[in-house]
């Protein structure tokens, strides 16, 4: 398991069949992470988060769900990170949630 960062996220819009899903792009590092001035703003994305099943494909073909997302401190601002296997590759992949 790696900890990996939320870089950004995204509710899709169209098709409108596809509103309930979610977009997330992963990165390593937390300066690279979004980041958010309160961490009542970072929980709050975070619980929005948390509510998506969200999952990456793993290289075996198989998607793995991503679960635990947390907030933690950086310098003065917070970012949202979980625990996910990244197994042979560079987490800078997307992530799909749906409710």
Same mark, same amino acid.
């Given at each position: 398991m790696s900890k990996v960062y939320v870089g950004q996220w995204k509710a899709r819009v169209e098709p409108p069949e596809e509103r309930?899903?979610?977009?997330?792009?992963?990165?390593?590092?937390?300066e690279s992470a979004?980041?958010?001035d309160t961490k009542e703003s970072a929980q709050y994305d975070r619980a929005l988060?948390? +509510?998506f099943n969200?999952? %990456?494909d793993v290289p075996n073909g198989l998607k793995q769900h991503c679960e635990g997302f947390a907030v933690?401190?950086? +310098?003065?601002?917070?970012? %949202?990170?979980c625990e996910a296997p990244f197994p042979g590759?560079?987490?800078s992949e997307v992530g799909t949630g749906e409710k």
């Open positions: 309930h899903k979610v977009d997330v792009w992963f990165c390593s590092r937390a979004a980041k958010f988060l948390q +509510s969200v999952t %990456i933690e401190q950086w +310098s003065d601002q917070f970012v %949202i990170f590759h560079e987490p």
